[in-house]
């Protein structure tokens, strides 16, 4: 258990001092990985609350740190409330149906479904599901793209003016196209998924396949050439070779670029959102910014310090697989 938790970098400078090691030097370790953050922290506290005080705006005065923490509760209530009225208008079905079957055994029960408002808390399931289900579409083609032009300098030659021409583009170019593509292909009287989500993740995926192909083509470029030369004489085939020296050389530049692609998929999922006005956080903003009432701009202000976070959180998963996978291990520090 003690092994596990060393490997874990913050913890490590407690476990040697709980079993009497170097104390005065793990402290200051401590106080820089601990006390350094949460003062960066404070003083970002006291310039928002410090900002905040004197911006008067139309709807009132811009949210504090209080206020937004204020909202927050507020909106975690009405999750929880709107769960109950869930979970009440579910019950009642139940007997409904249980009366009608003791009456009829032949009925058979039907259950409709809740369709009360989504809460902040859905808006956020449904963004992390839309973001993660595009980041991963476009990895399952970004990964082997760049494997293949990184093994073949022609190849790369012949795809790289392709690949600068459509990295830079917008979202919201992209959304436009994707939207009218899909209503005329995705036709279906009861789709599996909503439009709306396969639009927002079609959209992610061409805006976030980009930095993935680039790094994975740049880092299987970049095998050293004697483990090229070793595969030459071992006489390895093509599948062989990117199994066994190709993917395990190239995996930190492969994760540096999903770890990208990851980061512009959160962001342009949120603009996808607003735009179109598609389920999720994106258009929970839009919603509060149109609403214009007094609460809003404190809702907006919980929106985009979740927003942020959730991308920390996203970043950190990667760099947690990136570490369990690659054999490059400072990839923790950074």
Not at 23 to 49: H, R
Not at 166 to 180: D, G
Not at 305 to 314: K, Q, S, V
Request: glycine share 6%; hydrophobic share 50%; net charge positive.
């Amino acid at each position: 258990m003690s092994t596990a938790l060393s490997n874990i970098a913050w913890i490590s400078p407690f476990i040697n001092i709980a079993k009497g090691e170097d104390v005065s030097g793990n402290i200051q370790t401590i106080i820089k990985a601990t006390g350094l953050p949460l003062a960066g922290l404070l003083v970002f506290l006291l310039i928002w609350q410090a900002a905040a005080s004197n911006i008067n705006t139309s709807l009132g005065q811009f949210p504090g740190p209080g206020e937004v923490m204020t909202q927050t509760k507020g909106l975690w209530t009405e999750h929880v409330a709107e769960r109950e009225k869930a979970a009440a208008f579910y019950e009642r079905q139940e007997k409904r149906n249980a009366a009608r079957v003791e009456k009829d055994p032949t009925y058979v029960p039907k259950i409709r479904p809740y369709t009360g408002k989504p809460t902040y808390i859905d808006q956020i399931g449904t963004s992390l599901v839309t973001v993660l289900s595009g980041f991963f579409l476009a990895s399952l083609i970004a990964i082997p793209f760049g494997i293949v032009i990184g093994l073949s300098a022609n190849l790369y030659s012949a795809f790289n003016p392709v690949i600068q021409i459509f990295k830079p583009v917008s979202p919201l170019a992209w959304l436009p196209i994707v939207t009218m593509v899909v209503s005329a292909l995705y036709v279906s009287d009861d789709p599996m998924v909503p439009k709306s989500f396969v639009t927002s993740m079609i959209t992610v995926m061409l805006c976030c396949l980009w930095p993935t192909v680039i790094n994975t083509a740049v880092g299987v470029a970049s095998i050293p050439k004697d483990l090229v030369n070793v595969s030459q004489v071992l006489r390895l085939s093509y599948m062989e070779h990117v199994r066994k020296i190709v993917l395990p050389s190239s995996i930190p530049m492969v994760f540096t670029g999903l770890r990208l692609s990851l980061g512009i998929a959160w962001m342009v999922l949120i603009a996808a959102e607003m735009l179109a006005q598609n389920p999720g956080l994106g258009k929970f903003v839009w919603d509060e910014f149109q609403n214009g009432s007094s609460d809003s701009l404190g809702r907006i202000m919980v929106a985009v310090i979740t927003i942020g976070l959730i991308g920390f959180l996203l970043d950190r998963m990667m760099l947690t697989v990136q570490r369990k996978v690659s054999w490059d291990k400072s990839a923790a520090t950074r």
